[in-house]
């Protein structure tokens, strides 16, 4: 049954040797077909990273939710409360006239602060709706979410914010650097990092993929099962708050469809990592979320229309959903046999 | 003697190098009950999925009624009349036990929209049950079903299209011992029509109760075929030691002698619906049985005193203090521990490795104050208690469904162990467990009595509370009907109170 040579690649570094070699893949691929526009340039790179750390930080919270054995299919449109939250704050009198820190308006940070709190909040109802009362995830969900998007209206009915967007500050957030590197680059680094202690080395991450893996067995282990769904839940719109806001940062526009794309790109990185790692995991998604940045990326300087990079990037997502339903080792057996046990005939 | 019905003759199977059967022969004739004996890994489960076509045998023939047959796949096992009924047969809840009989051979029209005559289906159904006479209602849908009921029901399924061997594995491991009868008088009247059967089980009593012969095997060889009628064969330890290879030591290790302080004391303990005024005292160093039938109630007294199922009323104490717990979490951090019946779904976390099992229940112990896991202190933790348990796995790093019954057990054990708790709450602790690893589980146990442990073992195994306990305690129904130390009473009179609830007038 196990082949000497699967225990020489070890658990975790089998995988990422795998996605590592995706990705060059990918690199000189794109790099062979468009050497001359630049890709492999340092901006070019740079900017690769910048886009992806939006949609990145977004799957991320979701990885939270999946590990817990759930869907969540509010995130997306809590985000778009949160983009008009902070908008409507950024747009107010208090903004202009708050002090100044270096470049910007001290209001920005509670404004932000707002923004994620309200969608941290909706993640609250979502996750106690179904962590406790125990509704079903996907339709509870669609309300959830689809009542934020609904309020996310109540601001301007709807209509595009651009006051103060120039002059308060709020855009360092995409444009800011450190040590020359994009501040967005910064934050996806930083909230990978912690998430990957958290869910992968600390205790609470154990109770996460317990939770996930057999919640009834989780129960009897004396895990709080009910306070990590709710986590994960608070977790997920909390992060798709902060890509939001990022997102409006970068438009210089508060809009109420700030971060309605974020939900395929979402899924994609978290089960291109689930097909590769096995389970969700910070790195799986991380990687997951590169893949499809550089194809994006890629695709864009060919100038490919949008349409079809998100067909394409779909179309991974189902094939990396296939992929981690072929058990690769029943294959390597020759005298495999996939028939069905006779009672199911 | 009648043409032998099926003859498998020097069947090989090897698997990545280790030799699963060598040379088996196996003989069923018509209208015989033939058990198959074996402990895990013996090769029994291997030989059937050959006769199945799950497996592909590598060696050896297959002789049906004389004529030599190839089975190369589940299809071909049916064309051939060769059936498996599982112990937890799949069917639509939904669905009337008859449309679950003929699911998929409703009718014989062709087209987008074939019609389904129900009358018809009704009427083929009637006939079948005339064939084959056993007191079951077809039209009720299989939700309302018992467990022995949907067993039927797939038998009969297997009847309908003219089966004449039927595979049964396992069929009784979750039935009660009244649903058994009902099984085992439709066995009877497979029995006189011919059906020859292939029967699978744990449980020695029951072989010798319907069986005809019996063939054990022992490491992918045969030991002996017997047949039941035979003196000889009839005594269960014979057949535990061929089974075993080897002398079997005392299922039941020697009872307590030394009984400590007084560790958890119940009283007026109730959960409504399911038991009532439940009161006992268990000591360090004393194993407490409670025996009683399944929905005796003593299931959820099990999980009640865990506080995974609240309690209606009633008082704990732990070491003279009240507590008063509201989850498994509070349960763990108060020194008690249940080792769950049902491991599939309550034991274990499946799809992860042994070690992630085995920390779960108290991550504290190997976490360092940042919350962060000290992964050496984890391996080195657990690596000591599987050594403890004798955990039969790879390393520590494999996935707990690549385990066998009795191993999978011992890591929930580990588990237990590791939250070094007061009190252990043993829930059917031998269930799809074989009679090697029996043994060893029931020593683990009195081991943990004799570092002066309190522990209760919760079982529908009459005899195996009588071995293992020092105190007793019988429900029936909800209610207590027997108490007493085990020394007092006798093994007959514990099941009367069981399974009849009966005064032990004598």
């Known amino acids: ?345 | 003697m009648e043409t032998t019905k099926l003859r498998m003759q020097g069947i090989q199977k090897e698997f990545a190098g280790v030799k699963a059967l060598d040379g088996v022969n196996f003989e069923l004739q018509p209208g015989e009950v033939h058990a198959l004996l074996g402990i895990n890994g013996a090769g029994k489960s291997t030989l059937i999925k050959i006769l199945s076509g799950v497996y592909q045998k590598d060696a050896g023939s297959i002789q049906l009624d004389g004529k030599s047959i190839e089975i190369n796949s589940t299809q071909d096992a049916i064309n051939n009349g060769i059936a498996t009924v599982y112990q937890d047969p799949q069917m639509i809840p939904s669905f009337t036990g008859y449309e679950n009989i003929y699911l998929g051979a409703e009718t014989e029209k062709k087209g987008l929209f074939p019609r389904i005559n129900k009358r018809n289906l009704r009427e083929k159904a009637e006939a079948l049950l005339e064939r084959f006479p056993v007191n079951i209602d077809l039209d009720r849908t299989v939700s309302e079903l018992s467990a022995v009921e949907k067993e039927i029901i797939a038998v009969l399924r297997a009847l309908s299209k003219e089966m004449t061997i039927l595979i049964l594995d396992e069929p009784t491991s979750i039935l009660t011992e009244t649903e058994t009868e009902v099984l085992f008088r439709l066995i009877h009247v497979l029995k006189e029509r011919k059906v020859a059967i292939i029967y699978i089980t744990h449980r020695l009593e029951e072989i010798f109760q319907i069986a005809d012969r019996l063939t054990i095997l022992r490491e992918g060889k045969n030991v002996a075929t017997l047949s039941t009628n035979d003196d000889e064969t009839n005594n269960h330890l014979a057949v535990a030691e061929l089974m075993l290879g080897k002398k079997l030591d005392k299922i039941y290790p020697e009872k307590s002698t030394s009984i400590g302080d007084e560790k958890l004391s119940v009283d007026n303990f109730s959960l409504a619906g399911s038991f009532n005024n439940v009161a006992f005292k268990v000591h360090g160093g004393e194993i407490l049985g409670i025996f009683g039938l399944v929905g005796s109630g003593v299931e959820e007294l099990g999980k009640t005193l865990f506080s995974v199922i609240p309690k209606t009323s009633g008082t704990v104490r732990m070491n003279g203090a009240e507590l008063s717990l509201s989850s498994a979490n509070e349960a763990i951090s108060n020194g008690i521990f249940l080792v769950p019946g049902d491991r599939r779904d309550e034991g274990q976390i499946n799809d992860e490795p042994i070690y992630f099992n085995v920390s779960l229940s108290n991550l504290k112990r190997v976490s360092r104050a940042t919350g962060l896991i000290d992964h050496k202190r984890e391996k080195h933790c657990v690596q000591e208690l599987v050594d403890q348990v004798q955990l039969a796995a790879r390393d520590i790093n494999q996935e707990v469904s690549l385990l066998s019954g009795g191993n999978q057990q011992k890591v929930v054990i580990s588990k237990g162990l590791f939250t070094e708790s007061q009190v252990y709450i043993f829930a059917e602790p031998t269930v799809g467990v074989d009679v090697g690893a029996k043994t060893g589980i029931y020593h683990l146990i009195r081991n943990l009595a004799e570092q002066g442990k309190a522990i209760i073992i919760i079982s529908s195994d009459c005899e195996e509370v009588f071995g293992m306990c020092d105190q007793a305690m019988v429900l029936y129904k909800g209610h207590v009907t027997l108490q007493k130390s085990v020394h007092e009473c006798r093994l007959e009179e514990m099941l009367l109170c069981g399974v009849t609830g009966g005064k032990t007038s004598e």
């Open chain 1, 1 to 345: 049954m196990n082949d000497k040579k699967l225990v020489i690649f070890s658990d975790t570094f089998k995988p990422i040797t795998i996605f590592l070699m995706m990705i060059v893949l990918m690199f000189i691929l794109f790099g062979f077909f468009e050497y001359d526009k630049g890709y492999l340039s340092t901006r070019n790179i740079r900017m690769l990273f910048t886009h992806m750390s939006i949609s990145a930080i977004a799957a991320l919270g979701l990885t939270y939710v999946v590990a817990v054995g759930h869907f969540d299919m509010s995130f997306y449109l809590v985000g778009c409360l949160a983009a008009m939250t902070t908008s409507y704050f950024n747009k107010t009198d208090l903004m202009m006239n708050s002090f100044m820190l270096g470049n910007i308006h001290a209001f920005v940070i509670p404004a932000v602060l707002a923004g994620i709190a309200v969608g941290c909040l909706w993640g609250l109802v979502s996750g106690v709706a179904v962590g406790i009362f125990k509704l079903d995830d996907m339709v509870t969900t669609i309300g959830t979410g689809f009542m934020a998007f609904g309020m996310a209206y109540f601001y301007t009915k709807g209509s595009f914010i651009y006051d103060n967007f120039l002059t308060s500050g709020i855009t360092e957030i995409n444009d800011a650097k450190w040590f020359a590197i994009p501040f967005p680059i910064i934050l996806m680094a930083a909230l990978y990092f912690i998430s990957y202690l958290f869910l992968s080395r600390s205790k609470h991450g154990r109770c996460f993929y317990a939770t996930g893996s057999n919640k009834v067995a989780a129960i009897f282990s004396g895990v709080k099962v009910k306070h990590y769904i709710i986590i994960a839940f608070v977790v997920c719109s909390g992060f798709t708050s902060l890509a939001a806001i990022m997102t409006t940062a970068a438009q210089g526009v508060g809009s109420v469809k700030a971060s309605l794309n974020f939900l395929m790109p979402a899924y994609a990185a978290v089960y291109i990592g689930i097909a590769v790692f096995k389970k969700p995991t910070v790195i799986g998604t991380f990687f997951g979320a590169l893949f499809s940045a550089i194809m994006l990326n890629g695709f864009t300087l060919m100038a490919l229309p949008f349409y079809l990079s998100d067909l394409i990037i779909a179309a991974a997502m189902i094939i990396a959903i296939m992929a981690s339903k072929i058990d690769w080792a029943s294959i390597k057996k020759k005298k495999s046999n996939t028939a069905p046990a006779i009672h199911a005939n």
